[in-house]
């Protein structure tokens, strides 16, 4: 699994410095940012797993670009850090569309923690693991490989990306958006849902018995897809 990607936007040299150093001794790839302006420039042009937001900064305010970034439909993970501690002001960080909140001053450590679960609710793939089960599948997401009985069918990365979100959030409606955020890492903004709608097609007919009457992922109309454990294993 590569190293996820954070963006640490901190307006204080100092604490920025310390959350890089920490983050990337812990094997994550760091980036920054110093003003709202280049934070928001950055995720335009760029793909981060997770956002380390600080809400007073210069230029745009953290609130102003949580909710700006919901607004466009950016689906990246936020964790506010700021020294806005009153409990009406984490509240209204969380409504805004943060996925976390924590308050300085704060313990790296449990920092930390709170990133990895954000990262593990956010990213199927650390939900599932490299092998796990789908209906009758057992699936092997290294090897890019799926299995029942005496069958193997091969399957692409992309396919494989797809697979994880089901299998992470089974008997959930999961949306177009977020699959495609999921396996092509980026935003699906200005695109086509029938790009999404096409791969599922395409991974319908390798793991379906009757791609007319899937049991396995099932369409939701108007909403997106839903893998039905309990009808499948």
Known sequence: MSASKILVVEDEPKIQGALVDFLEFHGYEAATASDGLEAQRRVRENRYDLVLLDL????????????????EGRQVPIIMVTAKGQEAERVAGLQLGADDYVTKPFSLE????RIEAVLRR???????????KLGPWEVDAAALRL???????????R????????????NQVISREQLYQWAWGEDMTGLETRTVDMHIAKLRGKI??????PEIIK???????VYEQSKTG
């Open 56 to 71: 007073m900064l210069p230029k745009i305010s953290g609130e102003q670009l949580c909710q700006q970034w919901r607004q």
């Open 110 to 113: 449990e920092l930390l923690a």
């Open 122 to 132: 956010t990213q199927p793939g650390r939900s599932v693991g490299q092998v796990f």
């Open 147 to 157: 299995t029942a009985g005496k069958q193997t069918v091969e399957i692409s990365k």
């Open 159 to 170: 396919e494989a990306a797809m697979i994880a979100c089901f299998a992470a959030y089974p």
């Open 208 to 213: 379906e018995q009757d791609v007319e009457c």
């Open 219 to 225: 369409t939701v109309r108007g909403a997106g897809y």
